[in-house]
Structures are given as C-alpha cells and as structure tokens.
C-alpha cells in the first residue's frame, strides 16, 4: 500500500506558476513509477505527465508540453508537479497517481494503483 497526500494547490492568474507536491509513504517509493492526472467540473481524469520509478524517463501530455515538469526526490519520498504559464483551461483538480514501475510509463487512469486525494488549482484570466 501506497499513501499519497498532494499540496500546493491555489488560486493563480493566468501566466503564473506553482509546484504541486506529492508526498508518499508506505511502501519503497521508488518501486514506483509516478504520474500526475487532473479532473475539471464535468469532464473526464486526464493525463498530464508521469515519471519513471528512476526519474530517468518523462512523459507529458501535449497540452502541457513545455510549460510543466515531473520530477521526484526519492531519497524524499517526494514528487512534483512544476506549473509555468498557466491558463485558465488548467484549472481542475490535480491528482497524483502511483504504480509498481513496469517497461512503460502509463497514461490512463486505469494503469495506477495508488492515488492521493487531490489538491485544487484555479487559474484566473
């Protein structure tokens, strides 16, 4: 079992930036691969980007590319989500996923085991 708690979440305008984080305890995180998925008010959980269990391979939604990074600190337990030029369509609850790492980074919500409760991020034009 896999413990998440997300933070870091809050209000911004548009341009601006935050760093989620992720928290994890339970088991040895860096047997996991990481991703960061976020949900807006009546649509669907979306990718946004996912780490290897090693932080040596990404992968990023393209809708994101460019503006956010994933990165993890395993001696920490740690991951985040670094936010730059945010925009409004943004805005949504942003969650952080985890999954025992395999050959490839999953992209569905459907590919994770372990989730946090989600932080909210709001951003205003």
């Known amino acids: 079992q896999v413990h998440l708690v997300e933070s870091g979440g809050g209000s911004v305008q548009a341009g601006g930036s935050l760093r989620l984080s992720c928290a994890a305890s339970g088991r040895i995180f860096s047997n996991y691969n990481v991703a960061w998925f976020r949900q807006a008010p009546g649509k669907e959980r979306e990718f946004v980007a996912a780490?290897?269990?090693?932080?040596?391979?990404?992968n990023y939604a393209d809708s994101v590319k460019g503006r956010f990074t994933i990165s993890r600190d395993n001696a920490k337990n740690m991951a985040y989500l670094t936010m730059n030029s945010l925009k409004p369509e943004d805005t949504a609850v942003y969650y952080c996923?985890?999954?025992?790492?395999?050959?490839?980074?999953?992209?569905?919500?459907?590919?994770?085991?372990?989730w946090g409760q989600g932080t909210q991020v709001t951003v205003s034009s």
């Open positions: 780490i290897t269990w090693s932080g040596g391979s990404t």
């Open positions: 996923a985890a999954a025992p790492a395999g050959l490839r980074l999953g992209l569905t919500p459907a590919s994770y085991d372990y």
